[in-house]
């Protein structure tokens, strides 16, 4: 390959598995770099949302959020990101399960070298093509400012704000890698592409809502949210009250 490096998340609320399968995952391929660590579903989403990485690695019973139900919020929301489910055998039928929920792959515990080896080339692969088109379409990290690159980026985001956007999306259709343009939002507007995106979309909200013909799902699927409740979340953790409370000050 050509020594890319990709950025790996593990899921795994048992401390001493995860450790080892982290070790496991750099020693068997040294383009994998473990990024971090998270002992439930939620935090691993916040995190995923937060910096995307290139793969997830999740075990498929987690606490507060399953490891299915990450990887199938992933694949709706960050279909770049990649998924595979680590299950014990007992579970090995719902994991095959995953397959269909559009996960790369499946691992059995305990996790064996020669399968974990095949995964990753299997994921290099597939990460490789997907870079590779992406710099094929623009090559513009080396043409372009670095506040050229965050315009482009905040006007993609004005201008799909409503429909399924997250920074692997914004980075392939851009032409740059995810890791990249985190990197230079952060230096020129002091906060992650991904603050950008939700305060952008919640002051859309905050102007929606003064029509009062509009209901509260209604407003949050006109700027993306197909889940009311992530939706009320981060409303509240952006503007620092929830939608329905907001709407009742404006009266």
């Known amino acids: 390959m050509d020594g890319r490096t990709y950025r790996v998340i593990i899921a795994e609320d048992e401390k001493l598995i995860a450790k080892n399968i982290a070790r496991h995952i750099e020693e068997e391929n040294a383009n994998f770099k473990v990024c971090g660590i998270y002992s439930n579903g939620e935090d691993a989403l916040q995190a995923v949302r937060q910096q995307p990485p290139d793969v997830v690695f999740t075990d498929i019973s987690m606490p507060v959020m399953t490891g299915l139900e990450l990887a199938g919020e992933i694949s709706r929301t960050m279909n770049n990101v990649k998924c595979v489910i680590i299950t014990g055998y007992a579970e090995f039928e719902y994991a ?71 920074l692997n999306t914004i980075a392939l259709k851009l032409g740059f890698s995810s890791s990249y343009l985190t990197k230079i939002f952060n230096r020129v507007e002091k906060i992650p592409p991904s603050k950008y995106i939700r305060n952008y979309r919640m002051g859309i909200a905050k102007q929606l809502m003064n029509d009062k013909g509009m209901t509260l799902q209604q407003v949050a699927a006109a700027v993306g949210y197909s889940d009311p409740f992530h939706f009320s979340r981060s409303f509240k953790q952006t503007i620092g009250m929830t939608p329905t409370e907001y709407r009742e000050s404006l009266q």
């Open 96 to 166: 095959r399960e995953a397959i269909r929920c559009e996960v790369a792959d499946y691992l059995l515990k305990p996790v064996d070298s020669e399968e974990l080896r095949r995964v990753l080339k299997d994921l290099e692969l597939s990460l490789t093509d997907i870079y590779d088109h992406a710099r094929a379409e623009g090559g513009q990290e080396s043409s372009l400012t670095p506040e050229e690159i965050v315009r482009l980026v905040e006007e993609y985001v004005q201008n799909n704000y409503a429909g399924d956007l997250d």
